[in-house]
């Protein structure tokens, strides 16, 4: 693993612990992105949660790089799904401009790993 690899995964931990932990306690600037998203509070709960399960799949990526790959897979979606709340609700560029950027870097960082990945195939 690169020097610059470890740097991106150990930024991304620190960013989404910091987001998921700020959702699941209802920093003022998360209520506020909700509210304006038009999304219901206890969505920002629930993706604080899902945000922390995708920071301790990075975390597991220092070991593991299946599951690293799959984490920031994870992570980018839940992105995904806040570009296009920004979209939704008709928001610039500018605006929507963090979440896009940390989606490309999980996907990056992802594409990096993507190799690693363990399909398991299920027989019956």
Not at 70 to 80: D, K, P, Y
Request: charge should be positive; include cysteine.
């Amino acid at each position: 693993m690169s020097i610059i690899t470890i740097i991106l995964q150990s930024f991304l931990i620190i960013m989404f612990l910091i987001s998921g932990v700020g959702k699941i306690v209802g920093v003022k600037m998360q209520v506020e992105v909700f509210e304006h998203v038009r999304m219901p509070q206890w969505f920002r709960v629930v993706t604080g949660f899902l945000v922390l399960a995708g920071v301790a799949g990075l975390i597991a990526g220092y070991w593991n790089k299946s599951l690293l790959s799959l984490s920031a897979l994870w992570l980018a979606g839940i992105m995904f799904g806040a570009v296009c709340s920004h979209i939704r609700v008709k928001d610039t560029f500018k605006q929507m401009f963090p979440a896009f950027l940390l989606m490309v870097l999980l996907l990056v960082l992802s594409s990096l790993h993507v190799s690693e990945l363990k399909i398991v195939q299920l027989t019956f």
